[in-house]
């Protein structure tokens, strides 16, 4: 085994993972605040995707102008889904308030290209393909500066369940009548944390649409960002970042030395096998709450 090959592939993949964790952590943001897992981020990273693409290109805005713009659109969008959608399921079975999510994720994975365009488009942010070289090993200078927007952004996600507004949030996702019990407006907080998560997709969707372009496939993004959470903690700040360094380093490492002798595709398998041996042995995560409930 070349030391060499191996240390590129765990550099690599560790900051491939935190570009996961990025889009993992909209998911974390809304399960913390809410206690709703959100199966639509992917679609919402897409939706980012397409913004930036369409104030930069289409408008002929600069990317200085068009990331707040389509920040406070993912915002707006964020409200407008609680208000159409979740409020109308307050108090329903959770089960129900998932699969709205998920049929919200097949909804705009049809609507968006089709509206905007379902051939790929390059997003150019600036940062550049030439690889960064570290004696002879090659490091992607675009997962590098993901990963750097990934621990600033999962830095500012932990300061802000410390502050007054985190921690009403953290209790709406306690419990529904305990917080309207206490003058806390639960339709309220569960609106920002959809619109939070929809800043965290602007992030994730701008940086990955640099690095594969801006079509339907950004959406493929929640499944390993899915494999995060689990892994992590659905509730776990903390877990977003472990769960997607795990991700990543695994995802990299040993599809680097299967793929040649079993002909490829095994990043899936091992995302895959994350997730499965995950809810097998360890149901809440590496760093989730575990609740225990008498029945």
């Not at 993992?24 to 693409?53: D, E, F, H, R, T």
């Not at 102008?65 to 964020?78: E, K, N």
């Not at 309220?188 to 800043?199: D, E, K, T, V, Y």
């Not at 339907?216 to 903390?238: E, M, Q, R």
């Amino acid at each position: 085994m070349d030391p060499a090959y191996f240390v590129e592939l765990f550099i690599n993949g560790a900051l491939t993972g935190l570009m996961y964790s990025l889009a993992a952590l909209g998911i974390v943001l809304i399960y913390k605040s809410a206690g709703v897992p959100n199966l639509a981020q992917g679609a919402m990273i897409m939706l980012s995707g397409y913004l930036v693409v369409l104030f930069t290109s289409g408008a002929g805005l600069p990317l200085y102008l068009s990331i707040p713009l389509a920040a406070a659109a993912m915002f707006g969008f964020g409200l407008l889904a609680e208000r159409l959608l979740l409020r109308r399921m307050v108090g329903q079975p959770i089960i129900m308030i998932v699969m709205l999510t998920l049929g919200l994720e097949i909804f705009l994975r049809g609507l968006v290209p089709g509206v905007l365009g379902a051939a790929p488009q390059s997003l150019d942010i600036g940062i550049g393909l030439a690889p960064i070289i570290v004696h002879g090993i090659f490091i992607n200078r675009a997962y590098l500066v993901g990963g750097g927007v990934a621990v600033v952004m999962i830095a500012a996600a932990l300061l802000f369940f410390r502050t007054h507004l985190g921690t009403r949030l953290r209790a709406v996702s306690d419990s529904h009548v305990s917080s309207w019990s206490v003058g806390i407006s639960v339709e309220r907080a569960i609106g920002i944390s959809w619109g939070l998560a929809g800043m965290s997709a602007l992030a994730a969707g701008t940086l990955w649409g640099s690095v594969q372009g801006v079509d339907w496939t950004l959406s493929a993004l929640l499944f390993p960002a899915l494999a995060v959470v689990i892994l992590g903690g659905l509730d776990s700040v903390w877990g977003v970042l472990a769960g997607g360094l795990a991700v990543g380093i695994l995802g990299s490492v040993v599809p680097g030395f299967v793929d040649p002798l079993v002909g490829g595709s095994t990043r899936d398998v091992v995302t895959s096998l994350i997730i499965l041996l995950t809810i097998l042995m360890r149901p809440y995560g590496m760093f989730g709450r575990e609740d225990i409930e008498r029945v």
